[in-house]
Every structure is written in C-alpha cells, then in structure tokens.
C-alpha cells in the first residue's frame, strides 16, 4: 500500500513559469514533509521540508504547501529553470514515532526552453 | 567536508550470488540508512542504523541485511540474489541523534546492481 503517492510520473513546463508537483498521502500520523530533488547518477538532494504545524514554507523559488484536511502537499518553483529538470521525491515521516520516511515513486520534470 | 560515498558504483552479478555493499557517511554522522530505489517502485526503505543497532527496518526480506561499524561506516548484504533485486541502492546519512529531531538525510550517489 502506497502511503505516499506522486501520481504524475512526469510533468512539462516551460522555462520561466510555475511548475506545481502534488503528492498525496494516506496516513494521518504523518507530521514531517519533504522533498527531495534527484539528477540522474546522483543521490537525491534535501530541498524543503514542512512540519505540519504549517500549512507553508518558502525557500527562495521554492515553496511547499501543506493541506493536512485534503491530505495533499505541494511545491511550487516559481520562475522554473532549466537546472531544474530533475526527478522530484515527496516523503513523509512521523516524528516521534519509528522516524522511517517514507518516499513517494518520484514526478520526472522536465523544463522546456 | 567530504559527502557520503558508496562503493562501488556498479556491480554485475548473478542469480543466487550475494553482494555486499560500503557506504561511508559524512564525518560526524551517525545516523545511516539503506534504500532501494526501482522504477516502478520509487525509493523503498530498506534499514537504518544508528551506533552500530539496526533503529529501523522496511519491508524486506530475511535476504537483505545490514551492519555498522564503529566509525559509522555500514554496509549492506545480499544473499540469493534474484533478477528483481537490480536497482539503485541508496545510502543517506545524518547528525540525527534521537527519534523525533529532524535533521537532514544526506544521500550518496547509490550503487546499481545488475542481476543476471
């Protein structure tokens, strides 16, 4: 059973506008979210993360939106660039509990130029 | 400071053989976990250790298995290798010190095994 779901396996947008990825989750214990960024021959990379005390955080382009009643978070990259062409993992934990987080299967972004 | 290393990179082997599998955390971590990543099934949690205990476990069979060392280096063991077990094994390490602090997994650049 998936408890992390990234229902688009890829997504296009062009350079310069917004990308969105979603990522639905299943189990309510969840309180920490993040997302990682992954460039193929390389380890996935730390990008944002969010407790679910929020329901938002902001990072430079990047900014994660939490929906705990919808089950739903989202990041958005706004302008999108062509360095971020990458495959993007959401993941979920909770704390204080086993700490295992848990991966989505990853959306492939591409940026067209 | 030095990132976390994995070696090898790639590996071929056969069915029924076993692998072993290194990974060198950034100096100071003590906190490594072990994932799996496939295609179709994303990035699986395999195992993580903590001063040389397994703290967690994923959902693997008996054939997985892991260890760590005392200067936080693990590795990660395959016996009966089967054709499905070909993917990216990834290793992540972190400053965690306790459950519930959150500190941030470093990931290495993976091993990919090819099973024949």
């Known amino acids: 059973d998936q408890q992390v779901k990234q229902n688009s396996p890829s997504l296009s947008v062009q350079e310069g506008r917004i990308s969105i990825l979603n990522c639905d989750y299943t189990?309510?214990?969840?309180?920490?979210f993040l997302w990682y960024k992954k460039y193929p021959a390389e380890g996935p990379t730390f990008l944002i993360s969010?407790?679910?005390?929020?329901d938002k955080n902001e990072d430079g382009r990047f900014t994660v939106f939490l929906n705990k009643s919808a089950k739903h978070l989202s990041l958005h990259i706004v302008p999108s660039q062509p360095g971020d062409s990458a495959v993007y993992f959401c993941a979920a934990s909770v704390m204080n509990r086993d700490d295992k987080i848990i991966f989505g299967k990853g959306t492939r972004l591409h940026i067209l130029p | 400071k030095a990132g976390v290393t994995q070696t090898p990179r790639y590996l071929i082997k056969t069915r029924g053989q076993q692998v072993t599998l290194s990974c060198s955390p950034i100096s100071g971590h003590r906190s490594v976990s072990w994932y799996q990543q496939t295609p179709g099934q994303g990035l699986q949690f395999l195992f993580e250790y903590f001063s040389e205990t397994q703290r967690n476990k994923g959902n693997f069979p008996g054939r997985f298995s892991g260890r760590q060392f005392s200067n936080s280096r693990s590795e990660m063991n395959v016996s009966t290798l089967e054709l499905g077990d070909s993917a990216l094994y990834l290793c992540a390490s972190s400053s965690k010190l306790d459950r519930g602090r959150r500190e941030t997994q470093y990931f290495g650049p993976g091993t990919r095994l090819l099973v024949l």
């Open positions: 969010i407790s679910s005390i929020k």
């Open positions: 189990n309510s214990m969840f309180d920490y």
